[in-house]
C-alpha cells in the first residue's frame, strides 16, 4: 500500500490543478516545442485522393481512428469524474485512446476510484492507467499497480516522472534514487505493457535507454512547450519563497521535437507517443513524421470538456482533419507513409 497521507490533501491538490489549468497562463514563457522549426515539402501534385487517405492506425493490439491520444490529465475528484467522462465518452465516439490521471488519490481512499471510471461511457478505447513512478518509493507496489489497473479496466499502465514538478511542490516526494529498479519490477510484474511517461520536460537519451532497459514497452516523451507544471506549483505556492524558486523553471526542460528525436535514437524498437505543447492535427503529423507513433495532448481537450462531450468531439474531429490534409499536402497516404515523409528546416 502506498504511504499513509491526507486523501483529502490530495484531492484539494487535484482540484487546484485543474483550476489553475483552465484560469491561469501555464505556458512556457518562452520554450518552444521545436516543432515551428520545422516543415513539411508541400506537394501540389499529390497524386492522391484525399478521400482515400487513411489515418488509422494500431497502438498495443488496438485499432485506433487516428493516431490520437486524449493525455493524462486529472481524477481524485468530483469535478475530475465529469471530465474523465465527458472525455472518455468522446475518445468512444470517435475511436482513439485515452489516459487518465494519476490513480494515487483511489488507492489512498477506494471511494474515490469511482472518478476514473469511464468504462461505462468508453466500453472499446485503448485506455491507460496511470500512477506517479516516484510513489514506487513510497510504498506502492506491484500490486497495487495491478489494482490501478483492474479498477479502470486498462490496457496499460502509464507511470509517470515529474521529478522537476515533486522537487518545486512544498509537499512533493522527492525521493527518486533506486527507483530503476522498482520500475523493472513493475513491468515484469503486470499483465499489460507499462509506458513511462514525463509531464512536460521530456526525457534525455540516457533516460530512455535505462526506462528501455527495465522493461518499459513505450515512452511518451511529453517534452516541453505546452503546460509547465512548475508554472502550475508557482499558482499554488504557499508563500513568496516557494513561487520565486517555482519561476525558476519556467523555461525548464527539453523541447518535444527534440524529445522526440532522442527517443527514437535511443530506442529504436520502443514505441514513442509524442505529447508535450501539440496543439493541432499539423503538430501532430510532424511528431510522426519524426517517427512518434501517437501524438498526445492535454490543454486543448480539457478545455473542451470544461464546456461539453459535443466540444470534445468537434476538436477530435478538428485534429484529425488537420491531420488528414497535412498528409495529402505532403504526399502521404497513410500513417507508414507520413514515418517516412521528411521534415525541413524552417527559414526565417
Not at 490501478?148 to 512533493?172: R, S, T, W, Y
Not at 513491468?187 to 499489460?192: A, D, M, Q, T, Y
Not at 507513409?337 to 524552417?346: M, N, R
Request: net charge negative; with cysteine; charged share 20%.
Amino acid at each position: 500500500m502506498p504511504k499513509v497521507t491526507d486523501s483529502s490533501a490530495t484531492e484539494r491538490r487535484k482540484d487546484d490543478h485543474i483550476r489553475i489549468n483552465l484560469e491561469e497562463a501555464v505556458q512556457f514563457p518562452r520554450l518552444t516545442t521545436g516543432l515551428e522549426r520545422l516543415r513539411f515539402m508541400h506537394q501540389a501534385v499529390p497524386e492522391l485522393d484525399l478521400a482515400q487517405v487513411s489515418t488509422e492506425t494500431v497502438f498495443f493490439g488496438k485499432r485506433l481512428s487516428a493516431p490520437l491520444l486524449i493525455s493524462s490529465m486529472t481524477g481524485g475528484t468530483e469535478r475530475a469524474l465529469a471530465i474523465n467522462r465527458t472525455l472518455a465518452e468522446a475518445a468512444q465516439e470517435a475511436g482513439i485512446a485515452m489516459g487518465l490521471g494519476s490513480q494515487r488519490a483511489a488507492l489512498e481512499d477506494p471511494a474515490l476510484a469511482e472518478t476514473y471510471n469511464v468504462r461505462s461511457v468508453a466500453p472499446d478505447i485503448l485506455l491507460f492507467a496511470n500512477l506517479g513512478a516516484v510513489q514506487l518509493n513510497y510504498g506502492v507496489t506491484v500490486d497495487d499497480c495491478r489494482r490501478a489497473v483492474d479498477m479502470v479496466q486498462a490496457d496499460a499502465l502509464i507511470l509517470h516522472f515529474n521529478a522537476l514538478q515533486e522537487a518545486v511542490q512544498p509537499e512533493g516526494d522527492g525521493n527518486f534514487s533506486g527507483l530503476l529498479a522498482r520500475v523493472e519490477a513493475v513491468c515484469r510484474g503486470l499483465e499489460v505493457p507499462v509506458i513511462a511517461k514525463e509531464v512536460g520536460w521530456g526525457f534525455s537519451p540516457d533516460a530512455v535507454r535505462r526506462l528501455a532497459d527495465a522493461g518499459v514497452a513505450a515512452i511518451d516523451v511529453a517534452g516541453s512547450g505546452g503546460t509547465s507544471w512548475s508554472e502550475v506549483e508557482y499558482y499554488r505556492a504557499p508563500t513568496a519563497q516557494h513561487a520565486n524558486v517555482a519561476r525558476a523553471f519556467a523555461d525548464w526542460g527539453i523541447p518535444t521535437a527534440d524529445a522526440i528525436r532522442y527517443a527514437r535514437e535511443a530506442a529504436p524498437h520502443l514505441p514513442v507517443i509524442a505529447s508535450g505543447g501539440l496543439r493541432d492535427g499539423v503538430d501532430v503529423a510532424k511528431c510522426l513524421a519524426l517517427g512518434a507513433d501517437l501524438g498526445g495532448l492535454a490543454g486543448p481537450f480539457l478545455k473542451a470538456a470544461a464546456v461539453s462531450v459535443e466540444a470534445v468531439q468537434q476538436k477530435i474531429w478538428e485534429l484529425q482533419t488537420q491531420l488528414r490534409v497535412a498528409m495529402f499536402a505532403s504526399g502521404a497516404a497513410d500513417i507508414a507513409a507520413l514515418k517516412h515523409t521528411p521534415l525541413y528546416p524552417a527559414e526565417g
